[in-house]
């Protein structure tokens, strides 16, 4: 017994597999913060400023003093500086001192004004710590292409995959207290689905009437979404399901977004759904395509391929 769960640690958490995931989903973690920052923009001074709408005695209530920001131009530079950190974690240009640098300035600026935060808010910040115990930059980045070359960025060295469990175990989570918390009688009778796209201080676009008009499709479309977070907070483990359940995940947030603003959280729930890709077969897929006789490549050396 001691052996096999040995074993299976080191099978979870110790195999080296290509970083090709990790990189896809700093890629993807990356563009998020940037359109967060530059949306938070138009609204700073309302929002984070010194005239802003929150009392003075509520602006960053407790805790993280040495990162408090006391004025709008402090605002306003932790703003620009997030921005460059966001564009370095895109272009892989020391990708974990940006995610650490983006964790702290995103705490500052949340803290000054907590009334405006939503579930995406807190996630994009729990993500830019957890991203950051990743080798995020070991693949696609600009620090990858320093040292090996152009040609590197086909390839991808092998990885430990221990931090990227830490963000799959986010996620995973993510989706078990979704589907805890969905315990009230509109989840239970199957009508909660049409009285969430009816809020018209919540709607983007006004759903269908053939939706919101069907009682057994609002039926089908409320308890499935209890079934898919259920499923995406057990199965995600399991190998030969996942593929699917990653694509019912995917088409969940689409359907949300689409009719619900829920800010950024549906797109940071698909950048978390992304580090389950299996980054062998994507490593497979790209050696081969890199392999056929119509793709032109330079040689590479062997430490750049290892």
């Known amino acids: 017994m001691i052996d096999r769960v040995h074993a299976a640690t080191e099978r979870v958490f110790v195999r080296q597999r290509p ?44 805790g993280w003093r040495w990162f408090e920001l006391g004025s709008t131009t402090s605002v306003w530079l932790a703003l620009v500086a997030l921005t460059v950190a966001a564009i370095a974690i895109i272009i892989g240009l020391r990708p974990t001192i940006a995610l650490l640098v983006t964790f702290v300035l995103l705490v500052s600026l949340q803290r000054r004004n907590l009334l405006i ?54 996620v995973m989570v993510v989706y078990f207290f979704a589907f805890w918390s969905k315990n009230g009688t509109t989840w239970r009778n199957g009508t909660a689905v049409s009285t969430a796209v009816r809020l018209e201080d919540l ?49 969940l947030h689409l359907f949300i977004d689409v009719f619900l603003l829920v800010g950024f959280f549906g797109l940071l729930m698909v950048v978390g759904l992304s580090t389950f890709l299996d980054a062998d077969a994507i490593d497979d897929r790209i050696r081969r395509r890199s392999a056929s006789p119509g793709v032109r490549h330079r040689t590479m050396p062997a430490s750049c391929r290892a």
Request: hydrophobic residues 60%.
């Open 203 to 251: 709607a983007r676009f006004d759903a269908p009437v053939w939706i919101v008009g069907s009682v057994v499709l609002i039926a089908v479309l409320t308890w499935g979404a209890l079934v898919v977070e259920l499923a995406l907070a057990l199965l995600l483990w399991c190998k030969p399901l996942r593929p699917v359940l990653i694509g019912l995940g995917v088409g």
């Open 117 to 170: 935060l939503n579930s995406g808010d807190l996630l994009l910040r729990d993500l830019a710590l957890l991203l950051a115990f990743c080798p995020t930059g070991a693949a696609l980045s600009v620090d990858r292409w320093r040292r090996h070359g152009r040609g590197a960025l086909r390839t991808a060295p092998l990885i430990a995959p221990w931090g990227l469990r830490l963000v799959q175990f986010q």
């Open 19 to 62: 970083s090709w995931t990790v990189a896809i989903a700093r890629i993807g973690y990356g563009l998020i913060v940037l359109a967060w920052t530059l949306t938070l923009m138009l609204d700073a001074d309302s929002f984070l400023g010194d005239d802003a709408v929150l009392p003075n005695d509520l602006v960053s209530a407790g």
